[in-house]
C-alpha cells in the first residue's frame, strides 16, 4: 500500500500467509489485543512489547499464560526488530502493528525503522505510518474475503462486510473445499492415466479472470484440450451453476456429475436443475401467532405458501390453515389428552419420511415453537436424523394476549416483571406454582382444562413439605384470555376466588390462558361484580377494512 492511504491510487490487495512469522506488537490496549488475536489466527508468533504500567488487556494476559504468545515487560528498543524474528530470516521480524496512537512520538520513530528495513507497519490513527492496513474480513472455511475503505470509511467497511457475507449462501466454504478436492481427485487421475505431463501443483491466481479460450469448442482432433476436458467441464460448473447449488452440492452430487459426464449429458442441463440428483428435504419449524392470520410473520407466511407438506397443531385456528395453497398436503396433529406423545411421534416420523424423499417440510405450532411447544425437541430430533430445522419465531400467546384483553403486562408502580409458566407439567403433572409476588404479572399456559386444581395451589400454604412459598391473595386480579385476537375472543374478568366459579358458568372456548396480577384490573377496574365477560373482538379486522378503504379511495 502507498504511505498516504488517502492518495487516489489503488492499494495492492493480498493475502498475506503468516505461519510461523514473528509479529512484533507495541502496546497492551484493546486493539493490541486484537491484532494478537488476529496474528494467532493467521498462525504467527505475536511478542507483545510494553511495561506493565498501563495494565494488559485481560486477553492477552490469557494467551500469555497459555504461552501462545511472548511478553516483553519493557518498552520498545530499536533493535527489537531485528532480534526477535526468525533465525532464517536473519532475526529480523516479520510484521509489526503499534498500537499506540498517531500521536504517541514511539510511533513515528517506529514507523520510519520499519520502512528502512523494508518491515511491513500497521500504526493505529495514523494512516500515514502505515505501509499496509488490515482488512474487514468474512471467512467460511477457505473463502476468506476482506473489504477496506482505505482509512476513509470509519466503520462502512464492516458494513459491507455483513451487506456481502449476507448475500452468500451458507455452506458455501465446505463446496468450495468439496469442489477442490475434487479438482485434485480428476487431475491426479488424469495424471495417472498420462492424459496430463505435470502433477497438480496448486490452483490458478483468483484475481486473474477466465482467458479467451475458456468457452472454447473441444473436439476429438484437439489432443492437447481433451487431455484436459474434465477439468475444463468443472471449471464451467465453477461459472455457470447458481452460487446456491453450488453451496449446496453434495459428495453423491458430485458423483452424479461425474456419472453425467461420462455419459455424455450436457453440463447445462444439471445447471438448470434437468437430471440433477434428488434435493435433500428441508424442515422448517415455525410459528403461527395467537390466532388471527395477520399476526403471521411474513417468514412464516412465506414458508406457508412453498412447503410441500405441512405437519399443523389441532390448535392453528381455520383462518390461518385457509392460507395455505390448496395443493399443499396438510396434516392436522391427532392430539387429544393421553395421546400427546403417540400423536407426537407419529408427526416426527412422517416430517422425516417426507425429509427422506426430499421434500419441504413446515412444522406449523401455535404461538412461538420454544415456548412450550416441543419445538426444541424437535429440532433435536430432525437434527439427529440429518436435517438442522430452520427455527422461524411466532407472535406467542403469552405476550399478546393480555394485549388483546387490554391488560398492560407491566405497568409502572403496578407490575414491573411477567413470569411465563405451563400449568400443566410433563405426563400431565402438577407443576410447583409460583410464590406471591405482589409487582409479577403471571401467565399460565395449558392451565385452564385443571383451573380449579391451579387456583388452590395458589392461594393455599404448601402441606406437603415442599420448599416454603407466599400464597397468593384470594382477591388477586385475574382473567381468562380464550381465542386471542380472533373475532370470538372471549375475555373473563374475576379474582382467584371466583374465578373456577365464573368458568364453569361459561363454559370453554379452547385455546385458552390465565392471566394472574394486579395489572389484570388497570385498565378495567373490578367493580361490585364477581365476573365479568367480553365477547368478540374485531380490532385486526376493522384496521385492515380501514386500510382498504383507504387505498380505494386514493385509487380512485
Same mark, same amino acid.
Given at each position: 500500500?502507498?504511505?498516504?492511504?488517502?492518495?487516489?491510487?489503488?492499494?495492492?490487495?493480498?493475502?498475506?500467509?503468516?505461519?510461523?512469522?514473528?509479529?512484533?506488537?507495541?502496546?497492551?490496549?484493546?486493539?493490541?489485543?486484537?491484532?494478537?488475536?488476529?496474528?494467532?489466527?493467521?498462525? =504467527?508468533?505475536?511478542?507483545?512489547?510494553?511495561?506493565?504500567?498501563?495494565?494488559?488487556? /485481560?486477553?492477552?494476559?490469557?494467551?500469555?499464560?497459555?504461552?501462545? $504468545?511472548?511478553?516483553?515487560?519493557?518498552?520498545?528498543?530499536?533493535?527489537?526488530?531485528?532480534?526477535?524474528?526468525?533465525?532464517?530470516?536473519?532475526?529480523?521480524?516479520?510484521?509489526?502493528?503499534?498500537?499506540?496512537?498517531?500521536?504517541?512520538?514511539?510511533?513515528?520513530?517506529?514507523?520510519?525503522?520499519?520502512?528502512?528495513?523494508?518491515?511491513?507497519?500497521?500504526?493505529?490513527?495514523?494512516? #500515514?505510518?502505515?505501509?499496509?492496513?488490515?482488512?474487514?474480513?468474512?471467512?467460511?472455511?477457505?473463502?476468506?474475503?476482506? +473489504?477496506?475503505?482505505?482509512?476513509?470509511?470509519?466503520?462502512?467497511?464492516?458494513?459491507?462486510?455483513?451487506?456481502?457475507?449476507?448475500?452468500?449462501?451458507?455452506?458455501?466454504?465446505?463446496?468450495?473445499?468439496?469442489?477442490?478436492?475434487?479438482?485434485? &481427485?480428476?487431475? *491426479?487421475?488424469?495424471?495417472?492415466?498420462?492424459?496430463?505431463? $505435470?502433477?497438480?501443483?496448486?490452483?490458478?491466481?483468483?484475481?486473474?479472470?477466465?482467458?479467451?479460450?475458456?468457452?472454447?469448442?473441444?473436439?476429438?482432433?484437439?489432443?492437447?484440450?481433451?487431455?484436459?476436458?474434465?477439468?475444463?467441464?468443472?471449471?464451467?460448473?465453477?461459472?455457470?451453476?447458481?452460487?446456491?447449488?453450488? *453451496?449446496? +452440492?453434495?459428495?453423491?452430487?458430485?458423483?452424479?456429475?461425474?456419472?453425467?459426464?461420462?455419459?455424455?449429458?450436457?453440463?447445462?442441463?444439471?445447471?438448470?436443475? @434437468?437430471?440433477?440428483?434428488?434435493?435433500?428435504?428441508?424442515?422448517?419449524?415455525?410459528?403461527?401467532?395467537?390466532?388471527?392470520?395477520?399476526?403471521?410473520?411474513?417468514?412464516?407466511?412465506?414458508?406457508?405458501?412453498?412447503?410441500?407438506?405441512?405437519?399443523?397443531?389441532?390448535?392453528?385456528?381455520?383462518?390461518?390453515?385457509?392460507?395455505?395453497?390448496?395443493?399443499?398436503?396438510?396434516?392436522?396433529?391427532?392430539?387429544?389428552?393421553?395421546? =400427546?406423545?403417540?400423536?407426537?411421534?407419529?408427526?416426527?416420523?412422517?416430517?422425516?419420511?417426507?425429509?427422506?424423499?426430499? &421434500?419441504?417440510?413446515?412444522?406449523?405450532?401455535?404461538?412461538?415453537?420454544?415456548?412450550?411447544?416441543?419445538?426444541?425437541?424437535?429440532?433435536?430430533?430432525?437434527?439427529?436424523?440429518? /436435517?438442522?430445522? +430452520?427455527?422461524?419465531?411466532?407472535?406467542?400467546? *403469552?405476550?399478546?394476549?393480555?394485549?388483546?384483553?387490554?391488560?398492560?403486562?407491566?405497568?409502572?408502580?403496578?407490575?414491573?416483571?411477567?413470569? +411465563?409458566?405451563?400449568?400443566?407439567?410433563?405426563?400431565?403433572? *402438577?407443576?410447583?406454582?409460583?410464590?406471591?409476588?405482589?409487582?409479577?404479572?403471571? @401467565?399460565?399456559?395449558?392451565?385452564?382444562?385443571?383451573?380449579?386444581?391451579?387456583?388452590?395451589?395458589?392461594?393455599?400454604?404448601?402441606?406437603?413439605?415442599?420448599?416454603?412459598?407466599?400464597?397468593?391473595?384470594?382477591?388477586?386480579?385475574?382473567?381468562?384470555?380464550?381465542?386471542?385476537?380472533?373475532?370470538?375472543?372471549?375475555?373473563?374478568?374475576?379474582?382467584?376466588?371466583?374465578?373456577?366459579?365464573?368458568?364453569? =358458568?361459561?363454559?370453554?372456548?379452547?385455546?385458552?390462558?390465565?392471566?394472574?396480577?394486579?395489572?389484570?384490573?388497570?385498565?378495567?377496574?373490578?367493580?361490585?361484580?364477581?365476573?365479568?365477560?367480553? #365477547?368478540?373482538?374485531?380490532?385486526?379486522?376493522?384496521?385492515?377494512?380501514?386500510?382498504?378503504?383507504?387505498?380505494?379511495?386514493?385509487?380512485?
Amino acid at each position: 500500500m502507498t504511505d498516504n492511504l488517502t492518495s487516489t491510487l489503488a492499494p495492492l490487495l493480498a493475502a498475506v500467509y503468516s505461519e510461523s512469522q514473528v509479529h512484533l506488537i507495541v502496546g497492551s490496549s484493546p486493539l493490541a489485543a486484537a491484532r494478537c488475536a488476529k496474528s494467532l489466527e493467521a498462525g =504467527a508468533k505475536p511478542i507483545i512489547v510494553a511495561s506493565d504500567t498501563g495494565g494488559l488487556h /485481560f486477553s492477552l494476559s490469557e494467551h500469555i499464560e497459555n504461552g501462545s $504468545a511472548q511478553w516483553l515487560r519493557r518498552e520498545f528498543q530499536d533493535d527489537d526488530l531485528k532480534c526477535l524474528g526468525r533465525e532464517e530470516v536473519d532475526h529480523v521480524v516479520d510484521m509489526v502493528f503499534v498500537t499506540l496512537g498517531g500521536a504517541h512520538p514511539l510511533s513515528a520513530h517506529i514507523s520510519k525503522l520499519c520502512r528502512r528495513l523494508r518491515i511491513p507497519v500497521n500504526v493505529s490513527d495514523a494512516p #500515514e505510518l502505515c505501509t499496509f492496513s488490515l482488512l474487514s474480513t468474512y471467512s467460511d472455511g477457505p473463502l476468506h474475503i476482506g +473489504i477496506t475503505t482505505s482509512g476513509r470509511g470509519c466503520k462502512l467497511a464492516s458494513r459491507l462486510r455483513r451487506e456481502i457475507s449476507c448475500s452468500l449462501p451458507s455452506n458455501l466454504g465446505t463446496a468450495i473445499d468439496r469442489l477442490g478436492a475434487v479438482r485434485r &481427485r480428476l487431475w *491426479a487421475e488424469d495424471y495417472a492415466a498420462g492424459l496430463c505431463a $505435470a502433477p497438480l501443483e496448486g490452483d490458478e491466481d483468483d484475481s486473474t479472470g477466465q482467458n479467451h479460450m475458456f468457452n472454447k469448442l473441444v473436439t476429438e482432433d484437439d489432443i492437447s484440450a481433451a487431455k484436459t476436458r474434465r477439468i475444463r467441464w468443472l471449471s464451467q460448473i465453477c461459472e455457470y451453476w447458481p452460487l446456491h447449488k453450488l *453451496a449446496a +452440492i453434495s459428495d453423491a452430487d458430485i458423483d452424479t456429475i461425474l456419472q453425467a459426464y461420462s455419459s455424455g449429458k450436457n453440463i447445462l442441463e444439471n445447471a438448470n436443475g @434437468v437430471g440433477h440428483p434428488q434435493r435433500k428435504g428441508k424442515i422448517v419449524l415455525a410459528g403461527s401467532g395467537p390466532g388471527h392470520p395477520d399476526m403471521l410473520t411474513r417468514a412464516t407466511y412465506n414458508a406457508m405458501q412453498n412447503a410441500d407438506v405441512i405437519l399443523a397443531d389441532k390448535l392453528v385456528p381455520e383462518p390461518v390453515l385457509k392460507l395455505i395453497p390448496r395443493r399443499t398436503e396438510v396434516h392436522i396433529a391427532r392430539k387429544f389428552p393421553g395421546n =400427546a406423545d403417540q400423536a407426537q411421534e407419529e408427526f416426527l416420523q412422517m416430517g422425516l419420511d417426507s425429509l427422506r424423499r426430499g &421434500r419441504c417440510v413446515l412444522r406449523l405450532k401455535q404461538g412461538d415453537p420454544y415456548l412450550y411447544g416441543r419445538g426444541g425437541e424437535e429440532f433435536e430430533f430432525f437434527r439427529g436424523e440429518g /436435517f438442522t430445522p +430452520i427455527v422461524l419465531p411466532g407472535i406467542t400467546s *403469552a405476550l399478546s394476549a393480555s394485549l388483546f384483553a387490554e391488560i398492560p403486562a407491566t405497568h409502572r408502580g403496578v407490575s414491573d416483571q411477567v413470569l +411465563i409458566c405451563t400449568g400443566t407439567g410433563r405426563k400431565g403433572a *402438577a407443576p410447583e406454582p409460583p410464590t406471591y409476588v405482589p409487582t409479577q404479572t403471571v @401467565v399460565f399456559l395449558m392451565a385452564l382444562h385443571r383451573l380449579s386444581a391451579l387456583v388452590e395451589s395458589l392461594t393455599t400454604l404448601p402441606q406437603d413439605g415442599s420448599r416454603p412459598r407466599m400464597p397468593w391473595p384470594k382477591d388477586t386480579p385475574c382473567a381468562i384470555i380464550e381465542r386471542a385476537s380472533c373475532t370470538d375472543q372471549r375475555v373473563i374478568r374475576s379474582t382467584l376466588e371466583n374465578v373456577c366459579l365464573a368458568f364453569e =358458568a361459561e363454559g370453554s372456548r379452547p385455546p385458552g390462558l390465565l392471566v394472574v396480577g394486579a395489572s389484570c384490573h388497570i385498565l378495567h377496574p373490578r367493580g361490585n361484580q364477581k365476573w365479568t365477560v367480553e #365477547e368478540g373482538f374485531r380490532g385486526l379486522d376493522e384496521l385492515r377494512d380501514e386500510i382498504v378503504s383507504q387505498n380505494n379511495q386514493e385509487h380512485d
